[in-house]
Nanobody, 117 residues
Framework: QVQLVESGGGLVQAGGSLRLSCAAS????????MGWYRQAPGKQRELVAR???????NYADSVEGRFTISRDNATNTVYLQMNTLKPADTAVYYC???????????WGQGTQVTVSS
């Protein structure tokens, strides 16, 4: 069984930084794309950033230039460095990974990020 465990959320003032981590564990043969999504109250879950096994990345327009996604394939961990945080970034952040052959989609339990003005 595969699990994604997130950490690093919390409360921060506007302009501050946080770093999220998500570690995949269990019966893992290969991990394809890993990514971060977020869901604010009353809104749909949206893509924040994702990274392929080869290191190609893409970002939501709203976080481009402020957030950086990276991964450590040796430890099956994906990171999200969030700088210059804004109140609009407040949401529950979820890790997502496409794992295995055939591919299956897995989600983490979510971690709360709150940015105060």
């Amino acid at each position: 069984q595969v699990q994604l465990v997130e950490s690093g959320g919390g409360l921060v003032q506007a302009g501050g930084s946080l770093r999220l981590s998500c570690a995949a564990s269990g019966s893992i043969f290969s991990i394809n794309t890993m990514g971060w999504y977020r869901q604010a109250p009353g809104k749909q879950r949206e893509l924040v950033a994702r990274i392929t096994s080869g290191g190609n990345t893409n970002y939501a327009d709203s976080v481009e230039g402020r957030f950086t996604i990276s991964r450590d394939n040796a430890t099956n961990t994906v990171y999200l460095q969030m700088n210059t945080l804004k109140p609009a970034d407040t949401a529950v952040y979820y890790c997502r990974a496409v794992i295995g052959i055939p591919s299956r989609l897995y989600w983490g339990q979510g971690t709360q990020v709150t940015v105060s003005s």
